[in-house]
Structures are given as C-alpha cells and as structure tokens.
C-alpha cells in the first residue's frame, strides 16, 4: 500500500520577484563580505549558509544577518596542500561528524575539514575526480558527480572506489 502526500501547492504558484542577498553583493573579490565565483552551497538547520568560493578557493561560511562571512576551509591560496584548495565547486555539511565534505575540483580530490575551532587542513576521502555536484543521504552515502567521467558514483565513507549509479557510458 503506497501513500501519497501533495503540499499545499496552489495552481498558480508565484515567485517574489524581489530577493535578498544573503552573502556578498559587494563586487567580485576576496575580502570577508565577496565572492569570486560561488558555486554550491549548503543551508544548516540554523541557516548557517557554507558557500565553495570557487575562486577565491575557500569554503566560506555566513551566518543569518551576518554581513561578513568567515573563512573555514582553504582561504590559504590556491594550492594542493591540505590546508588549501583549488577551485572547490561543492560542499555540505556532514552533521554527525560536524565537518565540511568538499568537492576540491581542481586538485581532483574529495576532502573533509572539521568545523571544530583549530581544524586547519582537510583530509582526503576520494581522489582522482573531478567531482562536481555533491549530496549526502539518510544512511550517509555521499553521491558525487564526476564530469571528467560523466557518471554519478554513490561512496560510502572511507570507500576510495565508489558504486556507479548514473552514467558512466561516456558523452553523450
């Protein structure tokens, strides 16, 4: 027997044509209150905002009503030490280990970074992926898309190989 639920969604659903910035809107650049390229982003439950600064190549953090975020990972130039990173493209956060999972893309890497005070480099889970899109489910499971490879892989923690799930069969 299935279930379904529909929300409360009317017919003619409408959009606010006017948002709000919530972080940056302060030019291109690389002090506290800019962004240079953001690309994913990950809302806590506290509307913690943690933004990959692609270019600026720092993993950003803005809480509600702030009007400068917080570096909390890489923010040391671009590089391939672990207290660095190049062009990162994702992150989310891992609430059962309290740490950052990071799409490093152009050092082709995975890294998780611990948001307890004192944390000052990541540590490697993947490598060799230029991964691009990242999502975590219910079990854990982290899904990572790899446009080098055009494919999907599903990785359980501490697993370097992964589980193809989508693609995988070249461009196309």
């Not at 982003?41 to 600026?56: K, S």
């Not at 400068?68 to 992150?91: F, S, W």
């Amino acid at each position: 027997m299935f279930i379904v639920v529909f929300p409360n969604i009317p017919v003619d659903p409408r959009w606010k044509q006017n948002g709000t910035t919530v972080a940056g809107g302060h030019g291109q650049g690389n002090a506290t209150n800019q962004l240079n390229q953001p690309l994913g982003l990950f809302v806590d439950d506290h509307q913690t905002m943690v933004i990959a600064d692609r270019r600026n190549h720092r993993i950003i953090q803005w809480k509600k009503g702030d009007t400068d975020g917080q570096v909390v990972a890489g923010g040391n130039g671009q590089g391939n030490r672990l207290d660095q990173l190049n062009g990162p493209t994702n992150v989310l956060i891992d609430k059962e280990t309290d740490s950052l999972i990071i799409c490093d893309w152009e050092n082709r890497r995975v890294v998780r970074w611990s948001r307890r005070s004192g944390t000052t480099q990541g540590e490697i889970l993947i490598d060799n992926i230029f991964g691009y899109g990242l999502a975590m489910d219910d079990h854990r499971y982290l899904y990572i898309s790899d446009i080098d490879k055009h494919e999907v892989k599903r990785y359980q923690i501490g697993d370097k190989n992964g589980t193809l799930v989508a693609g995988g069969n070249g461009k196309g």
